[in-house]
């Protein structure tokens, strides 16, 4: 086994990746993972390099090329396969170019700061439903249900379907957790794909009947006006947009309050300078972000540091190394919720640059000012805390304990 394989996989690395990110930059900054099968990057540089050259790097394909299976098997997931070849974060330009240009309308600052004021009856609602017990599990009882509300109010999806989403979000990002999934975990995850798939046709069938103030609406008629959006492209950026829309702002909020509780004097910093929710916002993205890491191919033979990446070859874009690395960031490793500048990359860098960042920017520092200017004395109520570090970064819950102010 490679050097540092046994590290990445093990219970510690998920509940505290970054002394290993660190000791990959430090000792083998460009490394060749048997356990993954392929190269991993954990300089800020080479990531942002790789990131931003789609020509060489190429996201097509990356999200199944390491699944090694015999072919009987192939032709069972060819939907689960088919679904990560399009759509809008598995292409590359020109398709990508025409299809975020369509989906984009919905995701403008301009468009997103109308939101403000529903997105703030939002998180009131939610702390009053919990204010008078004291206590809360910020996770399933906040943030989760916030971007899960907004999102889907966006793509006009009812109320009474969420929690069919949120199921079908964590089965189908399952396969990416693991570096070869098992049969029975592609399966698993090409059922739920294939019933969110099927619900978003639904709809889709019912817009182009009935239009309404809504993303998907937008969509249908951008096609009937003479764009070309597929109804495959549409379903395959549907799902997309839903999973990302709210799993990470979900862990974005929760990792944030648990690192001010970690922090006393930055949570002083906040509560008494609640202006200061945005630039504690991008420092929790850096310090702890939920998205840690991205995969790209090579499209030819290139050279990273001293090894040769081949053409075919996988690279793993490890962005919460690149977000900790000293080249580019003073003091990685403190907590500063009024760094500047602070160019992280948890959102991505170049074309495939996340379509959502307006919504998270706006949804996070909007919950952080509520919970601290709504709540006092707030408390762990469980250090027996687990980690998820599989696709997304987060604790699997996070109860609090608090008084209301």
Avoid at 350 to 375: D, I, K, N, Q, T
């Amino acid at each position: 086994m490679s050097q540092f394989d046994s590290a990445l996989t093990s219970a510690a690395f998920n509940a505290d990746p970054y002394p290993v990110y660190r000791q990959m930059r430090e000792e083998a900054p460009v490394y060749w993972s048997d356990a993954w099968g392929c190269w991993m990057l954990t300089r800020y540089d080479d990531i942002a390099w790789t990131l931003q050259d789609y020509q060489t790097f190429t996201s097509l394909g990356r999200l199944t090329a390491t699944m090694d299976l015999p072919e009987p098997l192939w032709e069972r997931v060819e939907p689960l396969v088919r679904h990560y070849s399009q759509g809008l974060i598995n292409v590359d330009p020109p398709d990508h170019t025409r299809m975020r240009k369509l989906v984009h309308m919905a995701f403008t600052p301009r468009t997103i700061r109308k939101m403000q004021a529903y997105i703030e009856d939002i998180v009131d609602r939610l702390i009053d439903e919990q204010i008078e017990s004291g206590e809360m599990d910020v996770i399933w009882d906040f943030s989760y249900p916030l971007p899960v509300t907004v999102i889907a109010e966006m793509m006009g999806i009812p109320v009474e379907d969420h929690a069919k989403f949120k199921a079908w979000s964590g089965e189908i990002v399952a396969f990416m957790a693991t570096p070869k999934p098992t049969p029975e975990i592609l399966l698993n995850s090409q059922d739920s794909l294939l019933a969110m798939q099927q619900y978003f046709r639904d709809i889709y069938a019912k817009r182009r009947r009935q239009p309404e103030d809504d993303l998907i609406t937008a969509l249908v008629l951008a096609e009937l006006e003479g764009d070309k959006l597929t109804e495959e492209e549409m379903v395959s950026s549907c799902v997309t947009i839903l999973i990302g829309g709210h799993e990470t702002t979900t862990y974005l909020i929760a990792n944030g309050l648990y690192w001010l509780l970690q922090h006393p004097d930055q949570f002083r910093r906040l509560s008494e300078k609640p202006e200061l929710a945005e630039s504690a916002t991008e420092e929790f993205l850096r310090y702890d972000g939920p998205f840690q890491r991205n995969r790209r191919i090579a499209t030819r033979d290139v050279t990273i540091g001293d090894h040769t990446i081949e053409k075919g070859q996988l690279i793993m874009q490890l962005l919460g190394a690149a977000n900790r690395d000293p080249a580019q960031f003073p003091d990685p490793d403190a907590l500063d919720i009024a760094r500047s500048p602070n160019k992280h990359l948890a959102f991505g860098y170049g074309p495939h640059f996340c379509l959502g960042a307006p919504l998270a920017r706006l949804e996070a520092p909007v919950a952080y000012r509520s919970l601290l200017g709504r709540l006092r004395n707030i408390r762990i109520a469980d250090d027996s805390l687990e980690w998820n570090n599989a696709l997304f970064r987060g604790l699997k819950s996070l109860p609090i304990i608090f008084e209301p102010l």
